[in-house]
């Protein structure tokens, strides 16, 4: 009897998952289906405030419920676009069934109409939490093995580079309003390459700038410098800071482009986003007496100037980092004076590693006759690297 009655309750939860797929069966239509699980077994549904706008009508027709609203980044919403999520379903008994609006957003970051995740090292948050009256760290950024280490290869966790004019231009504006600064954009593309040849993994850094012109200046010195060659690669990201609010990386290399004017970044809120982008390491490159002036700037300035504005860097260390924060490095630091001298380094660095890489890998085949079992590509990464041609006209000459 036992069991039958076993048996019986088995087949009854044969039936009903049976019946919970029946739906499928008489729903023929991709679009037929996503309605019905998204009205009946859906417990969590994402969307954006302009998928929502835009299928308000097809939401409310379908019977679409729900009881919870949260709003993430809710400072960047429009007080008119708060009011679409109340919109998506109809009153029941003349009485809306929502419950809860949790709106989660900081005013002091950009505002609307302008396009957060890992939690800054300590010293890095100091140069915006002048803006809050109470930004503490969280616990783990106090313990967390990952904080208490240095940024091999460099002296500083965060750093202001001045960059002066580049074969006497600065900045320039081939169209209206479209900056560039070609000495900035080789200085940051140099840091990326030199750090790269350190181990830093390519997803882990990420490139900032200003101004839409400096983001493509950067992204085309990029594929002409290291973006075919895959010893080095192309960092996460190459973009704006107004269009990376809300992101973040280990490490963010930040071009201010300007040289005459301060320009945006008057505006206080586009210098948090900008300062607070970095979980590890942050190094701005930019016109130091230009922005040391601007008043709205002054605390964040201060603190950046109060470290060398000329790149420390440690070429012995590799990535992992191994020096914990307040170690003393071991040797001499590097004292990078300008752009040039910079990409002249990184050249023959470069050239240093290939060939270390190379004499090794002719070690290993005179004491096995076995061939390796990747391919060796360090031939094909030379050429690539020497054949490297410049930019423009004005770009870097780096000798062979």
């Known amino acids: 009897m036992d069991m039958a009655e076993g048996c019986f309750r088995h087949i009854k939860k044969i039936f009903t998952q049976l019946e919970e797929f029946r739906a499928f069966e008489l729903l023929r239509s991709g679009s037929d289906r996503d309605e019905y699980l998204l009205i009946k077994e859906a417990k969590i549904i994402a969307m954006t405030r302009t998928h929502a706008a835009l299928k308000r009508r097809d939401l409310v027709s379908i019977g679409f419920k729900f009881d919870n609203i949260l709003m993430e980044e809710s400072a960047q919403i429009l ?17 809306n069934r929502l419950k809860r609006w949790i709106m989660i957003g900081d005013h002091h970051e950009l505002p609307p ?30 313990v967390h093995p990952e904080y208490k280490k240095a940024n091999a290869g460099f002296v500083f966790d965060y750093q202001l580079i001045d ?24 200085y940051v593309v140099a840091t990326f390459m030199y750090m790269r040849l350190l181990g830093y993994p390519a997803e882990k850094i990420s490139i900032l700038t200003t101004y839409n012109g400096q983001k493509h200046l950067i992204r085309d010195v990029i594929k002409q410098r290291c973006g075919r060659n895959q010893f080095i690669g192309t960092p996460h990201k190459v973009t704006t800071v107004d269009r990376y609010q809300g992101q973040q990386n280990d490490y963010i ?64 260390e590799v990535y992992p980092p191994s020096r914990k924060m307040n170690e003393p490095i071991k040797g001499e630091a590097m004292i990078m004076k300008n752009m ?61």
């Open 340 to 400: 040039p001298q910079m990409a002249q380094f990184v050249y023959d660095f470069y050239n240093q590693k290939i060939n270390r890489l190379m004499s090794q890998h002719e070690g290993g085949r005179q004491t096995k006759a076995e061939p390796l079992e990747t391919p060796p590509i360090i031939e094909e990464i030379k050429e690539e690297m020497l054949e490297t041609q410049p930019v423009e006209s004005q770009d870097v000459k780096i000798k062979g």
């Open 79 to 95: 007080e008119i676009e708060t009011f679409i999520p109340l919109l998506l379903q109809n009153p029941e008994d003349n009485n």
């Open 163 to 186: 960059v002066h004019d580049f074969n006497g231009v600065g900045e320039s504006e081939p169209n209206p309003f479209f900056y560039q600064n070609l000495g900035e954009a080789e």
């Open 253 to 316: 290399l930040l071009s201010l482009v300007r040289t005459k004017t301060v320009g945006h970044l008057r505006d206080v809120r586009r210098l948090v986003v900008a300062m607070s982008r970095a979980r590890l390491g942050l190094y701005v490159f930019g016109r130091v007496s230009l922005f040391s002036n601007c008043f709205e700037l002054t605390p964040t300035f201060n603190k950046l100037m109060a470290r060398p504005l000329q790149l420390h860097i440690v070429p012995s």
């Open 113 to 142: 109409c302008h396009q957060e995740h890992g939690v800054p090292e300590v010293l890095i948050a100091s140069l915006y939490n002048w803006r809050y009256k109470k930004l503490g760290s969280l616990s783990h950024v106090m």
